[in-house]
């Protein structure tokens, strides 16, 4: 199907564990996105993706790693959960005006 | 740094009212704004985009408008329905940002129309 992926869905997760989020998107967007959810602050950019091999930090990167080594797939690793990473995270790709959104990924962090 | 706010933070109406939605931002050197919906435990659905040189766009009993000039964007939603009970994100990328063109969120109005 066209679009883009996320998955899981729902993950609950142990402190201290890595975990990682899964992306796909299916056209070939040069441009990716990890945004996290939370209640009060609204979607906050974690990390972004010009193109594969090439990512930069957002506003909330620490704790996060990504990679891009292909261009449909933008995974984010929490290298050692914490509670304070229990939140929604959404995927996004654009290429152009128009930014389109994952189903998000819900990380309970226990 | 792109600020973006969104009031109310929460609305309630009932069924048939007409309705508008606020959106203010702190840069106006904007590439687009864009209204997203949000259900309940649900992704983003994006509901419709301006771009920079456009006033206005609609779809359906929804209207969106931009003045660019005053950082300002607003969504007006014609006859309501129990239906459009949902958050609404209105979203803004901006000319001078330094993340790839990301998106910046208000946090959201949280709708409910009652039937």
């Known amino acids: 199907d066209a679009g883009i992926t996320q998955s899981p869905r729902y993950k609950i997760t142990e402190t201290g564990r890595q975990v990682t989020l899964m992306c796909h998107q299916t056209?070939?967007?040069?441009?990716m996105f990890w945004y996290r959810q939370d209640l009060g602050h609204g979607l906050r950019l974690i990390y972004y993706?010009?193109?594969?091999?090439?990512?930069d930090k957002g506003e909330v990167p620490d704790g996060y790693v990504v990679s891009r080594s292909k261009t449909e797939n933008f995974p984010l690793t929490l290298e050692s959960a914490t509670r304070s990473q229990t939140s929604v995270y959404f995927c996004?790709?654009?290429?152009?005006?128009?930014?389109?959104f994952g189903q998000g990924t819900r990380l309970t962090v226990v | 740094k792109q600020e973006v706010t969104q009031i109310p933070a929460a609305l309630s109406v009932p069924e048939g009212e007409n309705l508008v939605l606020n959106c203010s931002f702190t840069?106006?050197?904007?590439?687009?704004l864009q209204w997203f919906r949000q259900d309940p435990g649900k992704g983003l659905t994006s509901l419709l985009l301006?771009?920079?040189?456009?006033r206005e766009q609609t779809s359906g009993r929804l209207n969106a408008s931009l003045d660019k000039s005053s950082g300002r964007s607003t969504l007006y939603i014609a006859a309501s329905q129990p239906g459009d009970s949902a958050t609404y994100l209105c979203?803004?990328?901006?000319?001078?940002?330094?993340?790839?063109?990301?998106?910046?969120f208000g946090k959201g109005t949280s709708l409910l129309v009652t039937p």
């Open positions: 840069d106006s050197a904007i590439y687009n």
């Open positions: 996004a790709s654009s290429e152009g005006p128009t930014a389109f």
């Open positions: 301006i771009q920079s040189s456009q």
């Open positions: 993706s010009a193109a594969a091999d090439i990512t």
């Open positions: 056209w070939s967007h040069s441009y």
């Open positions: 979203a803004v990328r901006s000319l001078n940002s330094n993340s790839g063109y990301a998106l910046n």
